[in-house]
C-alpha cells in the first residue's frame, strides 16, 4: 500500500508541473512582443517617424519648379532635395520640372501642381515664384535664388517676412560690398556700365543699388537694360565700348548667356563684375559670391519643418546665406593681364 501511494504521489507531482509549464508557455506566446500580430514584433517593426509601421509613417509630394538649367539653380535645387532626404528619409517624392527659362512654361508647371495637389512647392529663380504664387494661395510655397522678395512679389516696405503661404531663401550678397570691387580692382574706373535684362526686377534692383554706390565715390554709371536674348548682343556692344568697367548683377538671362557677353568683353578689354558664381565663371573677372547649394539646404531644412507641422511658413522669415566668399575667374584675369587681389579664390570649375 505504501508503494503505490507513493507512486501515485509521483504520478500527481509530474502532471502539476507539466501543467504549470504549459500555462507558462501560454502566457509567452500571448505577450505582445511574441504575438506574432502584424506590427507587434520588435524584429518585424521598422523604425520609422515615431516608431510607426510603416503603412503609417507620412508620405509627401513635393513639386519642384526650376526657372532655367544653370549651375546655380542646379546646385540649389540639390542642396533641397538633400536636405529633405535627410530630414525625411523615404518619405518624399519630388515631382521635378524645369521651365528651360519660359515664364510661360512657370506658369503651367504651376497650374500642374495645383491640380495635383502637391504637398508643398519650390519655386527656383524669381519666374516660378510669381507663377507659384499666382497660382495658389494655399498650398506652401518655398522660394530660392531670389534676391530680394519685396521687389519679386510687390511688396511695399517688405519686412523680412512674406506671410502668408511664401517663404524661403535669397541669394543676394551685399551690393555694396560688390560694388567697392569694383574700385578696389580698377581703382581708375571713371564710367561703369550697368547690363541687365529688363524683364527682371530683382535685376534692376540690383543695378540701381550698386548705381547708388558707385556715384557716390563719383563714378559715372549707364544702365544698359536688354529685353531678351535677341538684343542681347546689341546692347553688350554698346556697353562695352561706352565703359570702363561692366557689372552684371545675379540674372537668370545673362547666366544663361555668359558665352555671347564674353565674346564681346573679353577681346574688347572690358572687364567684368558679377553678381554671383556662376556669371563670374563665365564672364566675369571677380564677383562676392554665396553657396547657392547651401540656401538650398536651408530651403529645404525650412520645407522638412513645415510638412511635419513644427512651423508655420506664415510666420518664417527669409533666410539669407550664412557667408560670402570672394571668388576670382583665373582664364579671364590672365587674358586682361590682371594681377589677382589678395582674399580671393579661384572659381573652380562645376
Known amino acids: 500500500m505504501k508503494k503505490k501511494a507513493l507512486a501515485l504521489l509521483l504520478v500527481l507531482t509530474m ?13 509567452k506566446d500571448s505577450s505582445p512582443s511574441n504575438s506574432g500580430q502584424p506590427g507587434t514584433s520588435q524584429d518585424d517593426l521598422q523604425q520609422g517617424p515615431g516608431n510607426l509601421p510603416p ?7 513635393v513639386g519642384i519648379s526650376q526657372y532655367m538649367v544653370h549651375p546655380a539653380l542646379d546646385d540649389a535645387t540639390e542642396g533641397f532635395k538633400d536636405a529633405l532626404n535627410a530630414l525625411l528619409p523615404g518619405q518624399v517624392t519630388f515631382d521635378e520640372k524645369n521651365a528651360a527659362g519660359d515664364s510661360n512654361t512657370c506658369t503651367t508647371i504651376a497650374n500642374g501642381f495645383v491640380a495635383a495637389n502637391v504637398d508643398l512647392i519650390l519655386a527656383n529663380a524669381t519666374p516660378a515664384l510669381t507663377s507659384a504664387a499666382t497660382a495658389t494661395n494655399e498650398i506652401p510655397i518655398l522660394a530660392t535664388s531670389i534676391t530680394e ?22 541669394d543676394l550678397a551685399p551690393l555694396d560690398q560688390q560694388a567697392a570691387m569694383i574700385s578696389e580692382w580698377f581703382p581708375e574706373t571713371k564710367t561703369v556700365g550697368l547690363l541687365y535684362c529688363s524683364a527682371e526686377p530683382n535685376s534692376q ?14 563714378i559715372t554709371c549707364t544702365q544698359y537694360p536688354f529685353s531678351d536674348t535677341n538684343d542681347l548682343p546689341a546692347v553688350t556692344q554698346t556697353a562695352a565700348a561706352n565703359s570702363d568697367v561692366i ?20 577681346p574688347a578689354g572690358v572687364p567684368i563684375i558679377a553678381g554671383e558664381e556662376g556669371i563670374c565663371g563665365g564672364c566675369g573677372v571677380a564677383t562676392l559670391s554665396i553657396s547657392y547649394y547651401d540656401i538650398g539646404y536651408k530651403t529645404g531644412e525650412m520645407a522638412a519643418q513645415i510638412l511635419t507641422g513644427e512651423a508655420n511658413i506664415a510666420e518664417m522669415p527669409i533666410q539669407y546665406a550664412p557667408q560670402f566668399t570672394k571668388k576670382y575667374n583665373e582664364a579671364i584675369c590672365t587674358d586682361l593681364g590682371l594681377t589677382v587681389l589678395e582674399g580671393y579664390e579661384a572659381i573652380t570649375a562645376g
Open 55 to 61: 503603412d503609417q509613417i507620412p508620405q509627401y509630394t
Open 15 to 27: 502532471a502539476l508541473s507539466l501543467a504549470a509549464c504549459g500555462n507558462d508557455d501560454q502566457q
Open 205 to 218: 534692383y540690383q543695378v540701381d543699388e550698386v548705381q547708388k554706390f558707385l556715384e557716390a565715390k563719383g
Open 149 to 170: 522678395y519685396g521687389v519679386a512679389l510687390g511688396i511695399e516696405n517688405f519686412s523680412g517676412t512674406v506671410g502668408g503661404n511664401v517663404s524661403g531663401t535669397s
Open 247 to 266: 557689372y552684371v548683377p545675379t540674372d537668370n538671362t545673362c547666366a544663361e548667356n555668359t558665352g555671347i557677353i564674353d565674346n564681346i568683353c573679353r
